[in-house]
């Protein structure tokens, strides 16, 4: 045991910092209200008279709190107004904001198409991989799933071509290997390029973030090329296919997954496997992967000195760049930002400020996206990290002295975020996993290196392929190492565990989740008129019981006859 | 690496060295000034974390006192919250501008391309009638010859521009209401003239006659209908002679068009066993 940083400053140690918890939930459900309710009157108008309102009413509740003291320094009191306050402001800004963009939506004349589930050409940027579609029954044709962000609609409406600006996604259904037809080539359809589709409009569920679905009929023209960035992410991309191509079995199909979010490779069997161990988040890119990465650039600052401006700047500019590399679709960006929140929690030692973080992106992400509300994916990532950023940190502080810090912090926070978010994968599988938070702490010590490696071969494979090989295989030993704890701990006996179905198996699991956590952070001790001296020492907890044995031990040691 | 006695109770221990600590941590705060970093510390603070500091130099790792008290921070100062009522206001005010700005405007009709005259699309194609019609008036007049008339003109018109009738012109033969087309030419038989075959109504055909609308529909309809299948009129056994279309599909097609008459052939998509495999086989085989 090292000396421990007892000298850390009191003030970083043990203030929860909650004060946006009440509006970050509030935007969350006002957000599910925009979404999925249908408002008649949602204009422009209504939707800054909503702002309107929603600001006087907050700056009224917050600012008579002021009273007689109407001085700037006299708002310095906290008050349970202006806990009012900030989640009137919070449901002001996410309502007008989710009214006009779910308004935008209804004009034009894709809506209308959608209604009457007509067919049209949409011309639009494509913003989402080729996915293949699973067949719907045996022998059914195959087809290809892709998104496109909608620029323009025409259609055939009362015997004339009709044509308005459109916006929103539009989720297209092709036949399979959609390709651009041009008059000397054609081209599998790249990401970011501009393209031309024909089809049929079929409707999407209510509240669901895509505008359309369409039915593809015909070929895919090329309106314009894809930009300049997304066309080198294309190529990285590429290439870690190309590699992946190279290594067997699972570990091919896994580099991509872990890389670069690329999960087209991934058989049906290994998906079911990663599920059922609860190791899915591995191939979808996560805020684990952001952490990973900004972690490891922020780590390279420090060792080479730099400042924490130069060094935020540098993890900033990595960050956008692995964002375009992995395509900016909205699960990626929310990642992107819960990374960075759940960094800021564990490995810069902030906890205090981290909740405050996670609530402001939360409020933050649902003013610019309210769609993100009624998406699992979301709700799964915000558990995910608000159990990490106050879970896995006490937890990581309690195990820090008999593993150290960084072994400590890999393995709470698997164990926090699995104990979060096993409600909320109930929801979605009706099944629990229990191997799951085992089958983590299993596979984390493979995520950095096959992250990190694979990135790294990415990089290099474009540029200097004979370095990538190698580069790789490591990787690909790592995702080896992935996919057989996934396939082992789906073997286990009791893998999927039906469980209690309904809202009550659900609560009855959150609950069995407190007490575990409660259980691993042991019996909460209430220091007795010492609080300020225990705040200037966070010390290991229980540090006396080796201290107390190791004596013992050597004392045994010494007695024992040596083995020579 | 430690004195620690292995008879002490972890917790009395514990309690012993704080109470030492503390011990010491007066003894310094009187001695050392409450300088270096303040942040509202108490003058105590950086005596503690010195002691602390030259306690744990000391003896490698101090013994745990309680972990400290989590103090959970709910109510913001009305300042803080409206500073972030305030930034949250103005962002969303500029995502609503955003949308607001971006969204799309009224469907335009699109200008339709004007294709190479033909003399059968000539018509269908003139995005707008032209303001005149110029006709060939020829036969039973008095100056036969080309008038110009405004658009809209009839038969009558030309003839009375043209001079008016001869005596011996065989009025009756004509359709004198029937509206000028552009470009026609305006038989005006006289007794002996044996025009159009002898139909009543098909005399005055010129040259350049255009076809009615009724003519190009028929033509159409007789050009295709040997290939083509109605997709709304044909029956249960002639949609089977369609490939791929057997009898249970062939049912569901008329189901189908009972509830939703096809308005084009992509509809057929929406018949639940025709994907867009079949679509494309039938595509050219049939028509709405």
Known sequence: MSAPDVARPATDVRTLDLRLVPAALAAWVTALVVVRVPVPLAGVGTSLAVLTVGAVLAAAVVLPLTGARRTWAGTARTSRRAVAGLVLAAVAAVGAAGAAQVEARAHGLLPRLVAASDAGTIVGRVVGEPVPVRAAWPGAPPRVRWVLAADRVTARVAGAERSSRAVGTVVVLAPAEPRTRTATRTDPVTYGALVEVAGSFRPTGRGARDVALLVASGDVTLVRGARPWDTLATRVRDGVRRLAGTLPGDAGALLPGVTVGDTSAVPDDLVDAMRAAGLTHLVAVSGAHFALVVALVVAAGAGVGASGRVQAAVAGLVTAALVVLVHPEPSVVRAAVMGGVGLLGLARGRPARAPAALGAAVVVLLVADPWLAGELGFALSVAATGGIVLLGTPLARRWAPRLGRAPAATLAAPVAAALVCAPLVLVVSGVVTPWGVLANLVAAPAVAPATLLGLLAALLAPWWPAAAAPVAWLAGAACWWLGAVARGAAALPGASVPWLPGPAGVLLLAVLGVAVARLLLGPRRVSAGSGRLGACLPLPDRPAVRRVVRPDAARAAAARPGPG | ?288
């Open chain 2, 1 to 288: 690496m430690l004195p620690v006695d292995a008879r002490t109770p972890d917790r009395l221990r514990g309690r012993e060295v704080r109470s030492r600590l503390e011990a010491v941590a007066r003894a310094r705060s009187d001695e050392v000034a409450p300088a270096g970093p303040g942040r509202g510390a108490r003058p105590g603070d950086d005596a503690m974390a010195a002691a602390a500091r030259a306690y744990a130099d000391a003896y490698g790792v101090l013994p745990g006192p309680e972990p400290p008290v989590t103090r959970v921070r709910w109510r913001p100062s009305a300042r803080t919250a409206l500073v972030a009522a305030l930034a949250l206001v103005l962002v969303a005010g500029a995502v609503a501008l955003r949308a607001w700005a971006t969204r799309p405007g009224e469907p335009v009709t699109l200008p339709v391309p004007v294709p190479v005259a033909t003399s059968a699309t000539a018509h269908d194609a003139a995005p707008s009638p032209p303001a005149e019609v110029v006709v060939d008036v020829a036969g039973g007049v008095a100056r036969p010859g080309v008038v110009r008339l405004p658009a809209g003109a009839r038969v009558v018109d030309a003839i009375a521009a043209a001079g008016g009738a001869t005596p011996d012109a065989e009025l009756a033969r004509l359709n004198l209401a029937r509206v000028l087309e552009d470009g026609e030419q305006v038989l005006v038989p006289r007794p002996g003239d044996e025009v159009g075959g002898g139909s009543p109504l098909g005399d005055e055909v010129g040259g350049g006659s255009p076809p009615g609308a009724g003519a190009v529909a028929s033509g159409s309809v007789g050009g295709a209908a040997g290939g083509l299948v109605d997709l709304n009129r044909a029956g249960a056994a002639e949609l089977e002679t369609l490939p791929g279309i057997g009898p249970v599909l062939a049912e569901r097609i008329v189901e189908h068009r009972a509830e939703h008459p096809f308005t084009s052939v992509d509809d057929l998509d929406d018949v639940s066993g025709i994907g867009s495999a079949l679509l494309e086989r039938l595509r050219d085989r049939v028509r709405v």
